[in-house]
């Protein structure tokens, strides 16, 4: 009964690198959230997809970021020519997509970047 | 726009006492809801419990109970028999309707890190 499946866990770059975390949502979910986390601080939403279909990326910056969440394979998200501040922890979490304001989201174990 | 607020950034607490960990949040929305997160040292995100803006009795999970106060727009977390195991980082946070404008997800707060003193 595997859960949400981050990879890799921990993951180093050096800048102007691109950086590529992938994120296997939990069996049955087809949405796909994911959060930025800065030290010492809470989760930051970045953005929501569906398959195929990126429903909101209002919390993406808006350069260098991008997601997409195939119709085969894990969501991705990627970070072109990374900079020293996108060193974060970014966790991706699932749900069915019921749209039901009491619908838990289901996180993985997050991916921490680090960039040299 | 949705905001969480946990005014204590740390907290120690000896095993076996109970823990009331403070949650305040900010919504024009009707219905949302309300959800604890745990983070232990490990990174991963657990989830413990959730309210329902409309439910009327506060909800409990085990020794997870969450104290809803509507008119206060309050939500603490309590902890009951305190463990060594319970030392982690603890978030509260919101969620409301998809207005379509805006992130169908969780608004967190900055998180209460809990340790747990033998």
């Known amino acids: 009964n595997a859960g949400v499946m981050q990879n890799p866990r921990h993951l180093v770059r050096r800048r102007g690198q691109e950086a590529r975390l992938r994120c296997s949502p939990m069996?049955?979910?087809?949405?796909v959230y994911w959060y930025r986390q800065l030290p010492e601080e809470g989760l930051k939403f970045m953005v929501y997809?569906?398959?195929?279909?990126?429903?909101?990326e209002s919390g993406m910056p808006k350069e260098r970021f991008s997601a997409e969440f195939p119709k085969e394979g894990p969501s991705i998200l990627r970070i072109q020519q990374v900079v020293r501040g996108d060193s974060a922890a970014y966790f991706c979490?699932?749900?069915f997509g019921t749209g039901d304001t009491y619908e838990k989201l289901f996180f993985g174990s997050g991916t921490q970047l680090s960039v040299l | 726009a949705q905001k969480i607020t946990q005014t204590q950034p740390g907290m120690f607490v000896q095993e076996k006492e109970a823990v009331t960990l403070d949650c305040t949040y900010d919504t024009s929305d009707q219905s949302y809801g309300l959800f604890w997160y745990k983070q232990p040292s490990s990174g991963e995100m657990i989830f413990l419990i959730y309210q329902g803006s409309y439910d009327e009795q506060n909800a409990t999970e085990g020794r997870y109970s969450l104290n809803f106060q509507k008119a206060r727009k309050s939500a603490n977390l309590v902890i009951s028999a305190s463990q060594l195991g319970d030392s982690a980082m603890y978030f509260c946070a919101m969620r409301g309707p998809y207005s379509g404008g805006g992130a169908d997800g969780l608004t967190f707060g900055k998180g209460t890190h809990l340790i747990i003193q033998p």
């Open positions: 069996k049955g979910h087809s949405h």
């Open positions: 997809l569906q398959k195929e279909n990126i429903i909101d």
């Open positions: 979490a699932s749900s």
